[in-house]
């Protein structure tokens, strides 16, 4: 099967897009676009591969399925439109960025964060769809076969990645990950229902960078907006 997805990731899943799952979730996610409203637009599905590819991935964020609201999903996990609201966990992130590094200014109104993805952060949901004002409608479709196989390709082809598992629900892909070969750094969710548990003064922003300095890499610049 042909699917349009950055080349690197193309030929990192090429064993995917022929197995009977990805055959049948394709035709499953064609159909709910058909039938009703579907996030993100179908164009950026796979937006988070084609924004950081396979050969430039140097932190993996992994979220769980995109925002349901109107205009807010745009393939990337965290990460809204410019011009779209904040939505309260990704508020929270660039609350911990801010304290993690000493920065006293404001968090940044831009919510788009295909400007850490072009730097080598992988924005991943483990389910890529979602019908509108329905969470997790699209779980257990197929995308998780897909997107814990692209975690197994980063863990097993690359060296020194950081993971950035944040809540049970990512926390528990960590078992995907070598810990001698990779960095893996986990928390509580960004979420007002879990940030002051443990998400707040995590440090994985200012951890991930050290740990990529050590490793000879670019550290990432979390904070221009």
Known sequence: MKVKIEQGWHDALADQWEMP???????????EYARTTIFPPAREIFAAFDAC??????????????????????????SVAPGIALPPS????????????????????????????????????????VEAHRAGSHQGMGWEQLT?????????????????????????????????????LTSPHPSPLSAHRGFFGNHHFSQANDYLVKHGKTPIDWITA
């Open 148 to 184: 814990d196989a692209a975690i197994t390709c980063l863990n097993e082809r690359k060296e020194n990645i950081v993971f950035l598992l944040w809540g049970s629900y990512a926390i528990r892909k960590g078992a995907l990950i070598d810990r001698s070969r990779h960095l893996v």
């Open 53 to 78: 590819p396979f050969d430039n991935v140097k932190v993996v964020i992994l979220g769980q399925d995109p925002y349901h609201g109107e205009g807010q999903a745009n393939g990337l996990c965290f």
């Open 90 to 129: 990704l508020i929270n992130i660039f609350k911990e960025i801010n304290a993690d590094f000493g920065v006293n200014g404001p968090i940044p109104s831009n919510g788009d964060l295909s400007r850490w993805a072009r730097q080598g952060v992988l924005l991943l949901n483990s389910t890529l769809t």
């Open 21 to 31: 799952y990805f055959g049948q979730l394709a035709a499953r996610v064609r159909a």
